[in-house]
């Protein structure tokens, strides 16, 4: 299998290992088990910073250029070598 959407899989990857070690952050450094207020508003909000940012990787707007291709049009009476130079 291959991954089409290269950077938006980078972009759901790194936040995911981020995830852990916010959650590390939060439960082990800043205040040990226990999740205050700003803790849980901060983790809430999150995601919608990472939908967006997937979306944004997906339309081309970050990690590169989407790759636009034309639309073909394949006719029935065409041969196999007309197809193959029409992509």
Same mark, same amino acid.
């Given at each position: 299998? #291959?991954? #089409?959407?290269? +950077?938006? @899989?980078?972009?759901?990857? +790194? *936040?995911?290992?981020?995830? @852990?070690? *916010? &959650?590390? $952050?939060?439960? $082990? ?6 999740? /205050?207020? *700003? ?13 967006? &940012?997937? *979306?944004?990787? /997906? #339309?081309?707007?970050?990690?590169? +250029? #989407? ?9 029935? /009476? &065409? ?7 029409? @992509?």
């Amino acid at each position: 299998r #291959k991954i #089409k959407e290269v +950077s938006v @899989y980078i972009c759901t990857a +790194s *936040w995911s290992v981020f995830a @852990y070690l *916010w &959650m590390i $952050v939060i439960l $082990v450094l800043i205040t040990p088990n226990v999740v /205050d207020l *700003w803790e849980g508003i901060f983790t809430f909000l999150f995601f919608p910073l990472l939908t967006f &940012m997937a *979306w944004c990787c /997906d #339309k081309g707007y970050l990690g590169g +250029s #989407k790759i636009v291709r034309s639309e073909v049009i394949v006719h029935e /009476d &065409m041969t196999s070598q007309e197809v193959l130079q029409a @992509y």
